[in-house]
């Protein structure tokens, strides 16, 4: 009889072992997501096409398409031969381009501020998270998550793709004068721990200010007559990793900031910025490996606004690339450069080229005239979203 208690006493004994050995080996294999960063590979450069901002989607297009692919979100009953014929005449590979046709499409070409945000977990699987920020085009990102058979998550979080910065491996970093004035009352530790949760991040690093120029447009002046045309300090206008452990951020020089006014205001808050990243580590505890990059050229043009003319800052900036398996879109200024500055600029240009060459050795540097974009509130990033 004893034999026999014996017996099933171990008999039962193996067999919680060897439950419990299952359950943690099932808990070790439970699916674990994270937000890649701009520099990991892609699958596609994203764009909504558009021939507004003198073509520059399609000048995009055809530059991307020549070593890596592009989608093109567009509407479903588009004039597609008419969309080739556009794209051809900027050498495009039509082979590398794919449109993704969809029902409604915002007539607002700035996909990285409303367009999806996707999540990869550690068994290659998607899914997508959408903000609020553009309530009216909650939609759109609806319609890709069905198309791509991908769930999609709801966040109560206004956030868009130019207030973040992300290094891949759980690190974020963020403007806090942007963040506390677009998710009013929150406080600072609530939409941290909503965007932690929602982009399964482990650290935010937190900067104050966003380039002057990139204040919000119904701010008033930022200096004398002058007028800002932002949308209240996205990061992408000065600050982005190239790794997951390297960050460029814009630096104005002291002879730049004796210049202008505009510019000693913009050395003061990314000076500040940078003691902040010099202090900062990532998701490990790891410090950054912090570079500056020349600021780049102060443009004023006279903006058409329902109150009448007035001068206004473009949005320029050398750190509103894109980055591509194969490529980084860099913005240049010389396209506008004029012969009392030409050679500054070039200056300059060649050394944002040369920082870049050494940050992303793997990579061809291509600059493109960002200019006429800049004077929309924007840059090349905020029109893109790299598609993991």
Known sequence: MNKIRNILFLTTAIFMLGFVFFSCSTAKKAE??????DFDPSASICFIWTTDFYEIVPKLAGIISQKDKVSLFVKENADRKNIQLILNKYESNLGNIDFVPL?????????????????????????????LYFRSRLKFVDQIAEKQNIPLTQVSLNSTGGSREINGKGTAILVESHELLENKPKSKEVIEAELKNALHLEKIIWLKQGIPQDDGQFAGPI???????????HVDEFCRFVDAQTVL??????????????????????????RILMESTDQDGTKLNVI?????????????TPQGKRKTAAVTSYMNFIVTNSLVILPSY????????????QAKEN????????????????PVPAY???RFSGGFHCISINKP
């Open 249 to 274: 951020i814009s630096s104005v020089s002291d002879a730049e900031a004796a210049s202008h006014p505009i510019l000693a205001e913009a050395k003061k808050r990314l000076d500040e910025n940078y």
């Open 292 to 304: 500056q990059v020349p600021f780049a050229p102060l443009l004023l043009f006279e903006q058409r």
């Open 334 to 345: 010389m396209d506008v450069a004029v012969d009392s500055n030409r050679e500054a600029f």
């Open 32 to 37: 674990s997501f994270y937000h890649p960063a």
């Open 223 to 233: 200096y004398q007559d002058i007028y800002p045309n932002g949308v209240n300090g």
């Open 351 to 366: 050394e944002v080229i040369r920082i870049f060459q050494e940050v992303f050795p793997s990579k061809e540097i291509i």
């Open 372 to 374: 006429d974009l800049n």
């Open 103 to 131: 029902k409604w499409i915002p007539a607002n070409a700035w996909l990285r501020d409303f367009g999806p945000v996707y999540l990869v977990s550690d068994q290659g699987n998607k899914k997508l998270v959408n903000f």
